[in-house]
């Protein structure tokens, strides 16, 4: 599953990330988004793009194509 899927409310740890270039995963890991980090989907822009995403206390603004290419596993 990837983060894109997630419903508003549901929070998942990241596994990794799959067709992202370099720049772009480091710019997420500089963000706090690493592997084994858990994510909670806040809400989706209402033409589903960009996403809202909460990691590590922090809200962060994710594009969907980018979100499309985190792969997640649902917790709790």
């Known amino acids: 599953m990837n983060l894109s899927q997630l419903n508003p409310g549901q929070r998942a740890s990241i596994l990794g990330f799959r067709q992202l270039s370099a720049e772009v995963r480091k710019r997420l890991m500089i963000m706090g988004i690493l592997p084994e980090t858990p994510v909670l989907l806040i809400r989706k822009a ?31």
């Open 46 to 76: 209402p033409m589903g793009d960009p996403l809202q995403v909460e990691v590590r206390g922090v809200s962060l603004a994710i594009r969907e194509k980018i979100a499309a290419a985190i792969e997640v596993e649902i917790i709790g």
